[in-house]
């Protein structure tokens, strides 16, 4: 069964500042990977999407890469703002199913 | 953007009520989901649709849930008998296929049961 844990859980930093955000998953046999973003009693926006054969992605301040092989996954946040505080979500779509599975998320906080 | 809307935002039931969930997914996408994430844990998978009907479900997703594509545009998730344990906030999503394209979501219905 697919696991997908995330850390660290919780993250504070000041503006400014460039961060990384970790994801790791227990079965490698996956479709693609997916980092939302979720604020407080709000939905989940995507962020970014890696399919299994691609190393990573970008848009704008954001970069994501994975590494199947040693299931890991991380979402680099470049020039944090403070709009950026919110809970990042990882999740994989394992290979064979057309579901996902999620991490528990981190919470980050960037202060002004 | 195309977007996932669901409704209502936020709906407060009674224990043993029926409750129906709305959502439109995004019009070209052929499969559509339902999560729900309890308060404080991990958004969790309730069940996959596709070619009107059910083609995944976990074990959350037992027979006081049923899922329903009435019309072209709608999808709905019933809840025929609430329980305290069902307060959550449940997501719909919708995606272009089973593979290689993201999930969209909708911003979610906020279930409270008193």
């Known amino acids: ?112 | 953007e195309p977007e996932v809307t669901q409704t209502p935002s936020h709906q407060v039931t009674q224990m043993g009520q029926e409750v129906i969930l709305r959502c439109v997914p995004i019009s070209n996408h052929l499969y559509f989901y339902w999560y729900r994430q309890i308060l404080g844990q991990k958004v969790e998978f309730l069940v996959s649709f596709y070619n009107n009907e059910i083609s995944e479900k976990s074990e959350i997703f037992d027979d006081q849930f049923s899922v329903e594509r009435p019309d072209g545009s709608n999808f709905t998730l019933k809840i025929r008998s609430t329980k305290l344990e069902d307060s959550a906030m449940y997501f719909c999503a919708s995606s272009e296929s089973r593979e290689y394209y993201g999930y969209t979501f909708g911003s979610g219905t906020r279930l409270t049961v008193v």
Do not use: H
């Open chain 1, 1 to 112: 069964k697919q696991e997908v844990t995330q850390i660290p859980a919780a993250l504070s930093v000041p503006e400014g500042e460039n961060l990384v955000l970790n994801c790791s998953f227990t079965d490698s046999a996956i479709y693609n990977l997916q980092w939302f973003r979720q604020d407080p009693g709000k939905g989940l926006t995507s962020l970014l999407l890696i399919q299994s054969s691609q190393r990573e992605q970008t848009s704008g301040r954001l970069n994501a890469s994975l590494d199947k092989s040693s299931g890991r996954s991380t979402l680099y946040i470049a020039a944090s703002q403070p709009g950026d505080s919110a809970t990042y979500l990882c999740a994989v779509r394992p290979a064979g199913y057309s579901t996902l599975t999620f991490g528990k998320g981190t919470m980050l906080l960037v202060s002004p």
